[in-house]
């Protein structure tokens, strides 16, 4: 079973996304957005650019 993103409200008023494995663990979520299209932008342009990044070592 794929991963789900979630959008959702947070107690300030605020959009957030969450991704969860299928599992239910929470394994990535995003910033505070204003708007609801926000988050949803947020959470193609995870889509769009994850497949392809790269990781980096910063220690």
Same mark, same amino acid.
């Given at each position: 079973? $794929?991963?789900?993103?979630? #959008?959702?409200?947070?107690? $300030? &008023?605020?959009?957030?996304?969450?991704?969860?494995? !299928? @599992? &239910?663990? #929470? *394994?990535? !979520?995003?910033? $505070?957005?204003? !708007?609801?299209? /926000?988050? @949803? /932008? &947020?959470?193609? !342009? #995870? *889509?769009? @650019?994850?497949?392809?990044?790269? #990781?980096?070592?910063?220690?």
């Amino acid at each position: 079973m $794929a991963g789900t993103f979630e #959008v959702y409200a947070d107690k $300030a &008023g605020k959009f957030r996304f969450r991704l969860k494995a !299928s @599992n &239910g663990q #929470v *394994i990535a !979520s995003g910033e $505070a957005y204003e !708007s609801k299209a /926000a988050a @949803n /932008a &947020g959470v193609q !342009s #995870v *889509i769009k @650019n994850a497949a392809d990044a790269k #990781v980096v070592d910063l220690t």
